[in-house]
């Protein structure tokens, strides 16, 4: 039987073949999970504590991730210039159909 610290959940087990062909139980804790990155450009996302599912849920709201579109997916810069493109896509469709109108 392991020692009383590895007689939980929270640790991983693995089973490996040793060069003498035993077999063993090696542990190990489970680990922080990695860090938030921007999907755009894989940058580290500041705002997004790096902290397992149960700690998350006791921080606030507020805490977990930016509060605004895509926080916590993509970062400031990357919405920001994704937000302008799409502006200018909108900017030059409807001129052409309306461009009379705003006139
Ligand atoms: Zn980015």
Do not use: W
Not at 12 to 41: D, F, I, M, Q, W
Not at 67 to 79: E, H, K, V
């Amino acid at each position: 039987m392991p020692r009383p610290s590895l007689r939980t959940r929270t640790v991983k087990r693995r089973n490996v073949r040793t060069p003498g062909s035993r077999r063993v139980v090696h542990y190990s804790r489970l680990s922080k999970p990695g860090e938030a990155r921007c999907s755009a450009c894989g940058a580290i996302l500041p705002g997004v504590p790096r902290l397992k599912p149960s700690k998350m849920s006791n921080l606030s709201r507020s805490g977990r991730r930016p509060n605004r579109p895509y926080g916590g997916y993509l970062c400031s810069a990357c919405l920001s210039s994704k937000i302008r493109a799409q502006v200018l896509i909108e900017e030059k469709a409807p001129q052409k159909a309306s461009g009379k109108k705003q006139k």
